[in-house]
């Protein structure tokens, strides 16, 4: 089996494939990226501007196209797929718009006579490593606020996204960055590597598990390379008291389960005060029972979707299954598909022992599991009990007592009464093993920017 392919994850089958690059091509790829470069970062931010908007109209034009291409690659509703195009849109509009001003030199006070500025610079070609479970979202993140500072992006997606990922560069180019300037390498694990070597190649991001942020960023760290790394995460969903236990639990579910469970920060541990603990798990239990297997690009009521290949399936399955050895306890879904199908139904676990090895993992997958806790100390102290930290939510009808928690949250994200703010002007991203620097809104644009001074004496 080529290693790049479209495998439709509702059946196994592979609808195309796709050769990985040789040594040579990788290296023509670099050579492009650094020659655009001078001309690209040369440009008016109007004029990169301009182009940014342009890819932002075509991807809304052909978003019918590209959420079918990415729900067949890794088993996304077309709904959620749609969802996804529009907000992959929304992140280039915003720099368009917005990414002019962010970048604006601005002056100083200096003690030494003259004038001080500091000036938003491009670095040069940057790597990026994307995972699958958000194909455009991901991309869009890194790639538009790089483009329009003046950077240059080579693109390493993920296996199963090939298709999504050359059709991103077509689109690119198409809306008028030069070719050269977005390039999707079908790169190895080892040209990877060779990528981040490369003395014109300023700068990678990744986003992925902790295993491979660690081997990122000991490259980039080797070879003096800047980096951002986004990690995942077991966040934290507080739920202190609810007028409606129904209403906030249809929150957690939806939230959880959304693309299949495979979300960076999806409500992972759901920790819920006692007085209600009993009420919010009969709600999931009810909310995952009589779920079946459904077609992704015509979901019904009632059904789910595949995972984003058998082996995730296999994984997560896997995970439960050491979880309910530890002593946990299955309250509904949990079943693997037969055959080929990366198909996983929904789930509801509770039970889980503090400090085993299942409370320390990130299942990556439709897993709600919930624990329960006495006080607001116990809560405080659960949810920080974690060596991840990307984001977590507290819920309460008193704002103040959930505000007075969402301020401890060892967190780069903290919300309260809804488990997670997003849009392209929000910045995301980590601390802890979660990674660090930060993605959108207008710090995003600052990551690979030459923040340089500029003195003129008097």
């Not at 280039?92 to 938003?120: C, M, N, W």
């Not at 180019?173 to 694990?189: D, K, L, M, R, T």
């Not at 006080?375 to 009990?385: G, V």
Request: aromatic share 8%.
């Amino acid at each position: 089996m080529s290693t790049y392919r479209v495998q439709n994850p509702a059946t196994g089958e592979v609808l195309e494939a796709f050769d990985t690059a040789g040594d040579a091509d990788i290296a023509d790829a670099i050579e492009r990226a650094d020659d655009v470069y001078r001309e690209w970062r040369m440009r008016s931010v109007h004029d990169r501007a301009g182009a940014i908007q342009r890819i932002a109209d075509l991807v809304r034009e052909r978003s019918a196209e590209l959420a079918r291409m990415i729900s067949l690659e890794m088993g996304k509703s077309t709904s959620e797929a749609v969802e996804e195009v529009e907000f992959a849109a929304s992140i280039f509009e915003y720099y368009a718009v917005h990414g002019p001003s962010l970048i604006t030199d601005y002056e100083i006070p200096s003690s030494i006579p003259g004038k001080a500025r500091i000036e938003q610079r491009p670095i040069g070609v940057l790597l990026g490593v994307m995972p699958w479970n958000f194909p455009y979202y991901q991309s869009a993140r890194f790639a538009a606020p790089n483009l329009l500072l003046g950077n240059t992006i080579l693109l390493k997606h993920a296996e199963i996204c090939a298709r999504s990922s050359l059709t991103v560069q077509e689109i690119i180019e198409q809306a008028g960055v030069p070719c050269g300037g977005y390039q999707n390498v079908f790169a190895s694990h080892e040209q990877v590597s060779t990528i981040i070597a490369d003395p014109r190649v300023r700068g990678v991001s990744l986003t992925g598990s902790e295993r491979a942020g660690a081997v990122i960023g000991q490259q980039a760290g080797k070879h003096l390379k800047k980096c951002v790394l986004e990690l995942g995460g077991i966040d934290p969903m507080v739920v202190l008291d609810a007028d409606d236990v129904a209403d906030v639990a249809q929150q957690a579910w939806e939230f959880r389960t959304y693309n299949g469970g495979q979300v960076c920060n999806s409500n992972k541990r759901i920790i819920v005060m006692n007085d209600i603990y009993d009420e919010f798990v009969a709600q999931l239990k009810k909310r995952a029972e009589g779920l079946t297997p459904g077609d992704q690009l015509s979901l019904g009521d009632g059904e789910y979707v595949p995972l984003s290949s058998r082996s995730a399936a296999e994984t997560v399955h896997a995970q439960v299954q050491k979880a309910l050895a530890e002593g946990a306890t299955l309250v509904a879904g949990g079943e693997l598909a037969e055959g080929s199908a990366a198909y996983y139904s929904p789930a509801v676990l509770t039970d889980v022992p503090v400090g085993s090895h299942s409370y320390r993992e990130e299942i990556f997958g439709p897993v709600a599991t919930i624990y329960r806790v006495s006080s607001d100390a116990e809560a405080l102290q659960l949810a920080n009990d974690c060596h991840l930290g990307l984001g977590g939510s507290v819920f309460s009808t008193d704002e103040s007592r959930a505000a007075r928690i969402a301020a401890e949250l060892e967190v780069g994200m903290t919300h309260v009464n809804t488990i997670a703010a997003e849009s392209a002007e929000l910045p995301f991203g980590g601390v802890k093993a979660s990674g660090f620097g930060r993605e959108m809104g207008p710090i995003g644009i600052g990551e690979f920017a030459n923040q340089r001074l500029y003195f003129v004496a008097r």
